[in-house]
């Protein structure tokens, strides 16, 4: 049951963002959109190789957009969870990395980066959670909130920050402290 929960969280963390090409000078492109559903696809679909291949052809051909890396991160973290291992540890922190450094890289913090940055930041709680150091846990998680909270102030009409604010109330409701 507890895999069933983290794989839930995972995926939604790309599930929200791969829907968002409504407004594409808001989030993604429609081609980037189309890519990234198809990864999605294959992930859900547990062809995890269709998908990683899918998604490093685009990151080489499209090294400036964040998403790509950050949805191959995802798929890493799913195949480690499934197998509960580490395999492809180093893999997903050179990908989280190096979201973080092309978010960091733009010149304009629009609500749509913040909210990439602020998930990459949740997934990197759970990978900590994972590896039970529970303070680097904590810290990145309250970094993903602050992020994704800052990112709905300047946009409340971004509703793909919605779903990891809530899914933070909840789980802060279910917490005895």
Not at 80 to 97: I, R, V
């Amino acid at each position: 049951m507890k895999m069933y929960y983290f794989i839930v969280i995972a995926v939604t963390c790309f599930l929200s963002i791969t829907g968002y090409s409504a407004n594409a000078n808001k989030g993604i492109s429609q081609s980037d959109e189309a890519i990234l559903v198809k990864a999605k696809d294959f992930a859900l679909n547990r062809e995890y190789n269709e998908a990683i291949q899918l998604l490093k052809n685009e990151i080489e051909k499209n090294s400036e957009e964040p998403l790509y890396p950050f949805t191959l991160s995802v798929i890493y973290q799913i195949m480690m969870f499934e197998e509960n291992n580490f395999e492809f540890e180093s893999q997903y922190k050179l990908l989280h990395n190096k979201v973080i450094n092309l978010l960091k890289a733009k010149k304009y913090k629009s609500s749509w980066n913040l909210l990439v940055e602020g998930s990459a930041y949740g997934l990197l709680g759970l990978f900590e959670l994972r590896m039970h150091n529970r303070f680097r846990a904590i810290s990145c998680g309250l970094k993903a909130i602050k992020l994704i909270g800052k990112a709905k102030s300047m946009d409340p009409e971004l509703y793909e920050a919605d779903m990891p604010l809530g899914m933070y109330v909840y789980i802060r409701s279910r917490l005895s402290i």
